[in-house]
């Protein structure tokens, strides 16, 4: 049962995130506004990068993206200072929409599987699950703030 909760919730946090960025303009998708270190595009590659290393890397399953996402879209990371094109808008998104899928079928099975210590205090892939959820909404609140900025 707590399963069916866990993974409606990535669901519905996944699929509100979507739809808010499905509203953004391509000519504002990498303007950065005032006020904020990142852009949309960075936003949702750092959710996409960061939801794949709580929920894989942490739990030592096989990482679901390239290592190089992490280069772009990694804490402390600006637009300002890649060096080269980013992963394109609708690959991150198509992978976006793929995630939550991949990490139900891969983890369904494993939520009670401890994991090895972390930053987070996590002890079991559940507790990595929530965490990540717990992240993507902060970042839909940051998407949305910056949504209005650049109205």
């Known amino acids: 049962m707590r399963d069916t909760f866990l993974f409606g919730a990535l669901d519905k946090y996944r699929n509100r995130l979507l739809q808010l960025v499905e509203g953004c303009p391509e000519n504002k998708r990498n303007v950065v506004p005032q006020g904020f270190n990142n852009s949309i595009h960075w936003q949702i590659g750092h959710v996409l990068s960061v939801t794949n290393g709580i929920v894989f890397n942490l739990s030592e399953q096989t990482s679901a993206l390239p290592t190089s996402y992490l280069s772009?879209?990694?804490?402390?990371?600006?637009?300002?200072?890649?060096?080269?094109?980013?992963?394109?808008?609708?690959?991150?998104?198509?992978?976006?929409?793929?995630?939550?899928?991949?990490?139900?079928?891969?983890?369904?099975?494993?939520?009670?599987?401890?994991?090895?210590?972390?930053?987070?205090?996590?002890?079991?892939?559940?507790?990595?699950?929530?965490?990540?959820?717990?992240?993507?909404?902060?970042?839909?609140?940051?998407?949305?703030?910056?949504?209005?900025?650049?109205?």
Do not use: C
């Open 72 to 151: 772009f879209f990694g804490n402390g990371t600006k637009p300002a200072e890649w060096q080269e094109e980013p992963p394109a808008w609708d690959v991150i998104i198509a992978q976006l929409k793929e995630q939550p899928s991949h990490i139900r079928e891969s983890l369904r099975e494993k939520l009670e599987v401890p994991v090895k210590e972390n930053f987070l205090n996590a002890e079991t892939i559940e507790e990595l699950i929530t965490s990540s959820v717990m992240h993507e909404a902060n970042h839909y609140g940051t998407i949305s703030a910056m949504l209005k900025v650049l109205k």
